[in-house]
């Protein structure tokens, strides 16, 4: 049968956690925690079970949960978002951006891709017969060409797709850059993709800026979060997406037909644990606690870093090391010497020669310890 998707692989992520499974190695490949999301989340979800929340929800959410979402993205954006028709809960991120995609991509539409880039989003667009249009960040700390950019924008761009806090690169993007990107959309009909499902993980002193809280970005942009990176239940798959009404009113109608709700009793508990605040806020200094110990662990061994931004993955230059391409490279890590990592080019356009690999550290301080110890050891 011809493929909709001939170029798809299995995940990068699924691999290197199959690969570490069969070789029992420690694993900071795939991003997920590897310690439990809090047990009184837990019980507001089993709570609203036995209240009997168990059918269907409204389409894009229940009321309670969407007044929680609009009055945090208030809070810290300064943009209010209208409740009744400017939210739809999903799930997770990964669906938020499906739906955004199929949503406004039509075939033989252009989108451009900062690389390297999370995996779902060029899938996401060829199935809609859309263009990738990708522009590659440049040098070792992932800066953004705007020429580039600007020279790859025509008339058939309908989308641009940005990630701050970035997977993998740990960077947050600065004012300057969302100030840049305000003007160059400025004028223009290109939708705004916003993957910011790392917000609340920054660190030192970096702000995450959503493209919410610029009024020439907020006006175009579909903003996705995710609430499996921030409550530490990346398997419970919900997250949100907001936007204009103009732009929630065409994604709502394709989450009609994809899933038309999303999982009920959930969204009770997270109406519930949003009221309080700290349950999120208090996320970058938890993982910067987490990056830091890391890093402090590995800072004897010859591999290169720049402490991350934001995100829960560190990067780790290897270029001291060995001459390998990062492919080889983390297998190798894998199969002589125990550890999983992500090599970063997988993110990137063919031909990228990145001499780094991508670390989670969404991990427990023994799980970190182990993976260091080895770190040392091949250093
Ligand atoms: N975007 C980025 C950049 C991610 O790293 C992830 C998590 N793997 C997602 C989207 C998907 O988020 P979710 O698990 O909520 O679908
Ligand atoms: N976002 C996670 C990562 O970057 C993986 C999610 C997935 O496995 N699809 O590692």
Redesign the pocket.
Known sequence: LPSKLPQSKTSIFTVMSQMAQKHNAVNLSQ?YPNFETDEHLKDLVTKAMKNGYNQYAPLAGIPELREQIVKKVETLHAHAYDMKTEVTVTN????A?FLAITAFVHRGDEVIVLKPA?D?YEPAIELNGGKIVPVQMKGKDFQIDWKEVEEKISSRTRMIII?TPH?PSGRVFSREEMEHLEKLLKGTGIILLS?E?YEHIVFDDHKHLSASSFAGLAERAIVCA?F??TFHN?GW?M?YCVAPEILMKEIQKVQEVNVFCVNHPMQKAFAEYLQTPSHYLDLGKFYQAKRDKFLSLVKDTRFRMEPAEGTYFQLLDYSELTDEKDVDFSQRLITEFGLASIPVSVFSLPGEDHRQLRFCFAKTDETLEKAAEILMKVS
Do not use: H, M, P, R
């Open positions: 991003g997770g991120a990964t669906q951006l999370y779902s990630n997977n993957d499902v995710s499996g990176k990346t798959k997250g």
